[in-house]
C-alpha cells in the first residue's frame, strides 16, 4: 500500500518541526541540515520535486537575541523571528551548496493565501522555481502577522502549501517517531500508530499540544494538517526527523513513522481553498431540511432553508453553514450580503427580487461554491 502511493509523488512538501532542527542550544544544527540536504539531493536526482516548510526561526533568533526562554510578548516573538530567520536561511544555503542545490526563501502570511489572486502568484513564483531545480524553503512571515492573520503552526502552513503546490504527498519530520494513542511523553501506556483511514475523534483527543520548549502546536495541529490533506486524496506520513536517513527511508517505503491514507472522495484545490484556507465571515444557521439535501444530494443552498444568520459580511465572503444545533458541517461563499440573506431567508427564490429590489440568482449558496466537512 505505501510502496503503491509512493510510486505516484512526483512532488512532496517537506515540513520540518523546530525540534528537529535546532539543537540542544536551540540553535540551527549544521549536522542535520546536511543529512536533510543529501536526501533532499537525492531525491531531486530521481526527479522528485521538493518544497520544504521549514520552522526554527524563532529558536534560532531567540539564542541570537539571549534570550534565556521562549520569547513570551508577540513583539518579542516576532524580533526572535527576523533574526532567526536570516540565520535559518544561512544555514539551508551552506548545507544544500554542498550538494549543488540552490535554495529560495518564501515567507507567508494566511492573508497571502486567503487572497485568491496572491494564492495564484504564490503558485506561479513556486512553479518557476521548481521548474529551475531551486527548492523553496517556506516559513510562516512572523515578523509581519498579528493573530487574525497568523496560520498559527507549520503544520497548518505545509498542508496548505500542500493543496497551494498540488504535491502527491506531504512528509511531517518531528521529534517523536509518528502519532501515539497518547502523548508518550505523560502516557508511557501510549503506543504508535502505523495507518490511519480516517482521522477520528478518539485520536484527536489522544493528540496533546507540544511537549519541547521550541515546537508550536504539538500533535495536534500535525493531525489537523493531516486531515486537511487526505481530503484532497493526498497522503501525510508524521515520522521522526532524526536519525539515520529517515526522510530516504519513508520515501523507500520503510515502515517508518504513521501514515495517513488519502480519503477516497477528493476536494478539488478550489474548494480546499474554500474550507481550509479563507477564513469564515459570519455564520448561516439552515433547517433540518435544508442540512439533509445538502450534505446527501450536493445541492445548493436556497433562502428557503435558512433560518439564522449570524455576523456581518458581504457578498463573496466565506461563511460557516451550521446545522439547527449550530454544529459546522459545511463551508461556503455566499452570493448574497448577510443584510441580503436576513431579509430573504425563509422565502422562496422566486421571491428574492420583490424583497431585495434585485437578485443575483436563485442560490444563496451555490453547490460549486459549497464543501461539505
Ligand atoms: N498523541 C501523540 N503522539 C505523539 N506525540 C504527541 C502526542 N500528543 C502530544 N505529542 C507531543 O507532540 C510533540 C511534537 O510536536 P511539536 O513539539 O510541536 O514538534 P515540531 O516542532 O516538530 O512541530 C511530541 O514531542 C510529543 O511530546
Ligand atoms: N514560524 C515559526 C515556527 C512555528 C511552528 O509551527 O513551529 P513547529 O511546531 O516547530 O513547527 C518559526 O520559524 O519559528
Redesign the pocket.
Known amino acids: 500500500m505505501r510502496k503503491e502511493l509512493l510510486k505516484k509523488v512526483k512532488r512532496v512538501v517537506v515540513k520540518?518541526?523546530?525540534?528537529?532542527l535546532t539543537d540542544e542550544n536551540g540553535g540551527v544544527d549544521p549536522r542535520f541540515l546536511d543529512g536533510l540536504a543529501a536526501q533532499v539531493a537525492e531525491l531531486s536526482g530521481k526527479g522528485v520535486e521538493v518544497v520544504v516548510v521549514s520552522?526554527g526561526a524563532v529558536a534560532a533568533g531567540r539564542q541570537a537575541l539571549g534570550l534565556p526562554d521562549r520569547p513570551r510578548t508577540l513583539p518579542q516573538k516576532q524580533a526572535a523571528a527576523a533574526v532567526g530567520q536570516s540565520r535559518l536561511m544561512r544555514a539551508y544555503e551552506e548545507a544544500f551548496s554542498s550538494y549543488d542545490l540552490k535554495v529560495a526563501q518564501i515567507l507567508l502570511t494566511r492573508d497571502d493565501l486567503a487572497n485568491r489572486r496572491r494564492f495564484q502568484n504564490a503558485r506561479g513564483t513556486l512553479d518557476t522555481l521548481l521548474a529551475c531545480g531551486i527548492i523553496p524553503v517556506i516559513n510562516e512571515n512572523d515578523t509581519v502577522v498579528v493573530d487574525e492573520l497568523k496560520f498559527g503552526?507549520?503544520?497548518n502552513l505545509s498542508a496548505l502549501v500542500t493543496n497551494l503546490v498540488e504535491a502527491q504527498l506531504l512528509l511531517?519530520?518531528?521529534?517523536?517517531d509518528?502519532?501515539?494513542?497518547?502523548?508518550?511523553?505523560t502516557d508511557p501506556s501510549?503506543t504508535l500508530i502505523h495507518q490511519v483511514g480516517a482521522v477520528t475523534r478518539e485520536l484527536e483527543r489522544?493528540?496533546?499540544?507540544?511537549?519541547?520548549s521550541?515546537?508550536?502546536?504539538?500533535?495536534?495541529?500535525?493531525l489537523a494538517a493531516a486531515k486537511k490533506v487526505v481530503k484532497s486524496g493526498v497522503a501525510a506520513i508524521i515520522f521522526a526527523?532524526r536519525g539515520e536517513r529517515t526522510l530516504s527511508r519513508v520515501m523507500q517505503g520503510e515502515l517508518l513513522g504513521t501514515l495517513f491514507l488519502p480519503a477516497g472522495e477528493s476536494l478539488n484545490r478550489r474548494k480546499h481553498w474554500i474550507a481550509f484556507t479563507i477564513k469564515p465571515a459570519g455564520s448561516i444557521v439552515v433547517d433540518a431540511g435544508a442540512r439533509d439535501v445538502l450534505s446527501r444530494h450536493g445541492r445548493s443552498l436556497l433562502p428557503s432553508g435558512i433560518a439564522k444568520v449570524e455576523g456581518r459580511f458581504d457578498r463573496g465572503a466565506c461563511v460557516r453553514v451550521l446545522d439547527p444545533e449550530g454544529v459546522e458541517f459545511a463551508r461556503g461563499i455566499t452570493d448574497y450580503s448577510s443584510q441580503e440573506v436576513e431579509k430573504i431567508r425563509g422565502h422562496q427564490s422566486g421571491e428574492i427580487e420583490q424583497i431585495l429590489g434585485f437578485r443575483y440568482g436563485d442560490d444563496v449558496i451555490h453547490r460549486d461554491n459549497l464543501v461539505l466537512l
Do not use: E, F, Q, W
Not at 178 to 185: K, N, Q, S, W
Open positions: 520540518i518541526g523546530s525540534g528537529v520552522s503552526d507549520n503544520d511531517i519530520m518531528t521529534d517523536i509518528g502519532l501515539y494513542t497518547a502523548d508518550p511523553r501510549a489522544g493528540a496533546g499540544g507540544s511537549g519541547t521550541v515546537g508550536t502546536g504539538g500533535m495536534a495541529t500535525k526527523g
